[in-house]
Structures are given as C-alpha cells and as structure tokens.
C-alpha cells in the first residue's frame, strides 16, 4: 500500500525578534497581558527586504535538505498562505523559482491558519492517486503585512515565518494515516481582512478609511476554535482508526496557549503530549504546524514510528486535521 510519508522537514525565522517588552513602548499593552491571555513571549518580525516567498524558500530549501531530495526530483509545490507576495502570481509559484524546482507544478492554497493542513490533505490524495511522487508542501506567513500596529488586540497576537515539508509515496505502515478538513463561511465575518479584495476595492478615495488590517472578535474565534480543535482530533483519529491513547505528541496549530489548553482538556489528551512553541514564534498562521513540526523533531521529541496529530482551525471559518505515523 503507498502511504504519504513525511521524509524531509524544514523552516525559517526572520532574525529580528519583537519582545512583549518591545511591544509595550509601540501601544497599551502590557506583557503581563500578553503571556496570560495567549502564552506568547515575543513573535519573529520579517525584514524589509523580505516578503512571503523568501520565508517559503528558505523553508523549502531546508526540509529538501533534511530530506537529501534536489530540488529537481519536486513534482508540485503547494504554498498555503494568506499573506501571499501578490494577487497573481501566486507565491508558490516565486518559490518554485526560488528553490530551483525546475519540474515542479505549483499553486497556492488559502484556508488561512488550516491551510497546511488543507495541502496535507490534497498533497496526500495526490500521491495515493499516483499522480505525482514527491510533493513539497509549505505553510508561509508574513502576518505583519496583515496587521495595523495601532490595534492592541490583533497586533500582539501574530509573527512571520515559514515551515515545510517534502511528502513522497512510499510502500509501508509510516505516513499520513488520515485527513479531515471542515469548514462554515457563515462565521466568515468574525475573522477577516475586509478590504483590498473584490468586495472592498481601495480607491484613491476611500484609501483612508479602508481596513485592510486583519479584524477579529476574539471572544467568539476562542469558543469556535475550542469546538474545531475537539471535532478535528475526533475525525481524524477516528478516520485513522486509532484512539486518543495512541497519540504520542499532538502538534496544534499555535494559535494561542489557553485555547489549546482548553481544547486539549475537552480532547482528552496529557499536558506533556502536546508540542508548544506559541512562546517563541506567537501565530504564525499556515506556518505555525510546520514551524512546530520542525522544532520538535530538533528537540528529539518525534522518534521514527511515534502516531502524531496535527490539528488546526482559522478564518473561513476552516478546521482540519491529520494523523500520521512517523
Ligand atoms: O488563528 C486564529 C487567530 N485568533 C485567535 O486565536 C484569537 C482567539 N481569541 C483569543 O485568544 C482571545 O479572545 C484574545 C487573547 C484575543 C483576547 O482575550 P480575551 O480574554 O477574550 O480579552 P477581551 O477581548 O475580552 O478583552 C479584555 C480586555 C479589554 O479591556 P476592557 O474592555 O475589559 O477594559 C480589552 O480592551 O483586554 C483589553 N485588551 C488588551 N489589553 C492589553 C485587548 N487587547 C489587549 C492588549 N493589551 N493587547
């Protein structure tokens, strides 16, 4: 049987670091706020030379490395982002030139912070299908691009980075084990960026009053996402067919500490199971799985053979999950 088997991962930080410290001089916050409503200690911030696909390449770059894969043996490249470079072309697209993947397709894919494992799923159903070999999925954000630094209660929340991993076919029991992805454009309004797209163009004249900053109700994101963490572990582990038991390390989309938290509660699962890094590198969005992945395997915390879970929910609003034998 030909599973989707996760060889190589990789990611990329932008080097400047913004403290919780470094935030209370720009606004009126605190950093005691900030650590107890959302664990979050400081966030990557990307340089003014970079944009979207440059965090996408690098990530690409390392986990093709850490797979010993060229860059030529690349099939297709999926990009999840909601940050892309441009409208067209899509960012996928700059970081296949970027990487040298002379060979590969590649598009991008939006389900905002349930977008990497969004592509997980479609990279997964491609390779069982035999349609192509080897897949590089990234997850790349520069959610400071999407944030007006005068709004307190976004802006505290978000960083940029990029993670990525190369997926082959190959025989045997390790790879993804399962998928599900789920989504209610009813809550669309509760998380979204308004303005800039087909509904709200930007004019000359209405440039001033335009939002084209991310806007969110945060009280009812937190309920929904407590909800869409507990209904994506159950599908997943249940298409999988294996118990929360089984589960050796629950890698969550890292969103914000206490949502995760309460989720992990209402799943089911021990404190020392799940994989936190929302301290360091705050949300990264569509980066925030594979950033994690990327870390815990560094850490010696995903030893060959061990079952995770991947879960992650966003604007949409998208929920999805995957489990996978490493
Ligand atoms: O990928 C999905 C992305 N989004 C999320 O995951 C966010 C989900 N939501 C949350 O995590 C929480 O709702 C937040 C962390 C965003 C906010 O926590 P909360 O406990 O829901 O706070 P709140 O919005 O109810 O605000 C409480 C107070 C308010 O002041 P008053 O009205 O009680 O005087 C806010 O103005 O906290 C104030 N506040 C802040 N204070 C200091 C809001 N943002 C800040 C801030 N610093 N950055």
Same mark, same amino acid.
């Given at each position: ?37 959302? +664990? #979050? %200690?400081?966030?990557?911030? &990307?340089? =003014?030379?970079? *944009?979207?696909?440059? !965090?996408?390449?690098? @990530? ?114 390790? +790879? #993804? %084990?399962?998928?599900?992805? &789920?989504? =209610?454009?009813? *809550?669309?309004?509760? !998380?979204?960026?308004? @303005? ?131």
């Amino acid at each position: 049987m030909i599973r989707s088997r996760i060889v190589g991962t990789g990611h990329y930080l932008p080097e400047k670091v913004l403290t919780n410290v470094d935030l209370e001089k720009l606004m009126d916050t605190t950093d005691d706020w900030i650590r107890q409503r959302t +664990g #979050i %200690l400081q966030r990557h911030i &990307a340089a =003014d030379h970079e *944009a979207t696909s440059d !965090l996408a390449a690098q @990530a690409c770059s390392r986990a093709l490395a850490d797979a010993g894969a060229a860059p030529d043996e690349v099939d297709y490249l999926i990009c999840a982002t909601l940050t892309p470079d441009h409208f067209m072309p899509s960012t996928a697209c700059l970081a296949q030139y970027k990487t040298g993947m002379k060979r590969a397709a590649a598009c991008d894919v939006n389900a905002a912070c349930s977008g990497f494992v969004y592509s997980l799923q479609l990279a997964d159903a491609l390779i069982r299908a035999g349609v192509y070999k080897t897949i590089v999925v990234a997850g790349a954000e520069m959610m400071t691009s999407r944030i007006d630094w005068g709004k307190r209660d976004t802006a505290v929340l978000f960083g940029d980075g990029a993670g990525a991993v190369v997926i082959r076919g190959e025989e045997g029991e390790r +790879g #993804i %084990l399962s998928t599900y992805a &789920a989504s =209610d454009g009813s *809550a669309s309004d509760i !998380l979204i960026v308004p @303005a800039g797209g087909s509904r709200q163009t930007i004019t000359p004249e209405n440039i001033g009053e335009c939002n084209r900053a991310i806007q969110m109700n945060g009280r009812e994101l937190y309920k929904r996402a407590v909800m869409s963490f507990g209904d994506a572990a159950e599908q997943a582990l249940a298409r999988a067919g294996v118990g929360v038991g089984d589960v050796d390390l629950f890698i969550p989309h890292q969103a914000n500490k206490r949502i995760i938290t309460s989720a992990v509660e209402r799943i089911g699962l021990p404190d020392e199971k799940i994989y936190l890094n929302v301290d360091r590198v705050a949300n990264t969005s569509a980066a925030s799985i594979p950033i994690a992945l990327d870390h815990a395997r560094s850490e010696g915390k995903v030893p060959d053979g061990a079952l995770l879970l991947f879960a992650a929910f966003g604007a949409g609003l998208t929920w999805a999950s995957a489990v996978v034998r490493w």
